[in-house]
Nanobody, 116 residues
């Protein structure tokens, strides 16, 4: 079992920046990929970015060029650097991990609000 704890959300103006952090604990040696997802009110949860153990990344088209995912395997952390934030980025952001057996774990989420 993997436990994930996010931090770094908050309120920011349009064009601002935030960095989200996620700390993993528990069965971390089984983790393969990690990522960030988000869910806005009334919408389905959607993929934001993922990163594999070899640092191969994947981004949603809506965040390409603005968001950067990175991973520190020593600290067991994954980060999401967000710049040029837009009101449509407002959502609860969730950290996710997938282990080598395909089992997914989720954090509790952190709120990001971008004011216009």
């Amino acid at each position: 079992q993997v436990q994930l704890v996010e931090s770094g959300g908050g309120l920011v103006q349009t064009g601002g920046s935030l960095r989200l952090s996620c700390t993993a604990s528990g069965s971390i040696f089984d983790i393969s990929a990690m990522g960030w997802y988000r869910q806005a009110p009334g919408k389905q949860r959607e993929l934001v970015a993922t990163i594999t153990g070899t640092s191969k990344t994947n981004y949603a088209d809506s965040v390409k060029g603005r968001f950067t995912i990175s991973r520190d395997n020593v600290k067991n952390m994954v980060y999401l650097q967000m710049i040029s934030l837009k009101p449509e980025d407002t959502a609860v952001y969730y950290c996710n991990s997938v282990n080598r057996f395909g089992r997914s774990s989720w954090g509790q989420g952190t709120q990001v609000t971008v004011s216009s």
